[in-house]
């Protein structure tokens, strides 16, 4: 059959195509038919699929989306307790941080501290503030002597303060008289009103 198509197909009359053998004909018939259905399916079908295929996509982004946004909007009572209570402790926060006119009064409880923890005191001062984005560093350069347990007393006493001090870069060293010298600096800081 194969052969017997193969030799109609090549004896057939071009310009007369209602001589072509039965066999031809259907075979024709079912080249044009696959012809016509490819080029309907890429004319027609197949930008519809790929609109389909983009708006499904679409979709699943949409719908993620959405999800998000569904959550976030029913937690927004619970962000909005949260943001209260943050206020409220960053308020408590900046009460710890002291105003310019308390500096002195924060230099006067260190100096306390170390000498009711027993350190005899070589220096305190203050150094240059450290301008930040939204506070200010107010370093104070402590030089005291003592033995270990007092300088433990004494940091344990700076940590109870009322006001935030941190303390940095301490060095314990032997003197000629045979006691100990911590030299630390204690930072405090100083919000920055106009930075909100």
Do not use: C
């Not at 030799?7 to 195509?17: H, K, R, V, Y």
């Amino acid at each position: 059959m194969e052969i017997s198509l193969f030799t109609d197909l090549q004896n057939i009359d071009s310009d007369n195509p209602g001589t072509w053998p039965k066999s031809v004909k259907i075979f024709m018939t079912i080249v044009v038919m696959i012809f016509t259905l490819g080029l309907g399916w890429y004319v027609f079908v197949d930008d519809e699929l790929i609109a389909l295929q983009n708006a499904e996509d679409e979709e699943r982004k949409l719908r993620t989306s959405f999800a998000s946004k569904q959550r976030l909007a029913a937690s927004l009572p619970a962000y909005r307790l949260q943001l209260a209570e943050m206020e409220v402790q960053l308020a408590t926060m900046l009460k710890k941080l002291p105003a310019g006119h308390e500096t002195p009064g924060l230099l006067d409880d260190i100096t306390f501290v170390a000498t009711a923890a027993g350190l005899s005191i070589a220096s305190i001062t203050w150094s240059d503030e450290i301008e930040k984005e939204f506070y200010t560093e107010l370093p104070l350069d402590i030089n005291v002597e003592g033995d270990y347990h007092q300088f433990g007393k004494f940091v344990a006493s700076v940590a109870d303060l009322p006001r935030i001090v941190s303390l940095h870069d301490f060095t314990i060293s032997t003197i000629k008289t045979g006691g100990l010298q911590l030299k630390i600096v204690a930072k405090t800081y100083r919000y920055k009103e106009d930075s909100q």
